[in-house]
Nanobody, 126 residues
Framework: QVTLAESGGGLVQAGGSLRLSCAVS?????????VGWFRQAPGKEREFVAV???????IDSPVVKGRFTISRDNAKNMVYLQMNSLKPEDTAVYHC???????????????????WGQGTQVTVSS
């Protein structure tokens, strides 16, 4: 079992920055789990933001390319999402999810991530 907990959300003005944190616990998968950030706006499906492998290889969604950066600190079992140049359309509940790291790691579909945190609200005002 893997447990995740997000923090760091809040209310910011357009152009501002936030850093989200995801604390990952559980030893079932050890270093062989990968973690992703996903977001869900009201009335919309959950969408991929960024994912990162145990070794630090990452994939960013084209919609956040150049603005968001995912990183991982394996020693602390933490994954971060640095969000810069925020836009109103970034407003959503941001969730971190986890899955086993295997040969399909590049599949960013939310359905591939089987463990989820409760989410943290990010609101960007204009």
């Amino acid at each position: 079992q893997v447990t995740l907990a997000e923090s760091g959300g809040g209310l910011v003005q357009a152009g501002g920055s936030l850093r989200l944190s995801c604390a990952v616990s559980g030893r079932t998968f050890g270093s062989y789990i990968m973690v992703g950030w996903f977001r869900q706006a009201p009335g919309k499906e959950r969408e991929f933001v960024a994912v990162i492998t145990p070794g630090g290889v990452y994939i960013d969604s084209p919609v956040v390319k150049g603005r968001f950066t995912i990183s991982r600190d394996n020693a602390k079992n933490m994954v971060y999402l640095q969000m810069n140049s925020l836009k109103p359309e970034d407003t959503a509940v941001y969730h971190c999810g986890a899955r086993t790291y295997d040969s399909t790691w590049y599949d960013t579909a939310p359905s591939k991530y089987v463990y989820w945190g409760q989410g943290t609200q990010v609101t960007v005002s204009s």
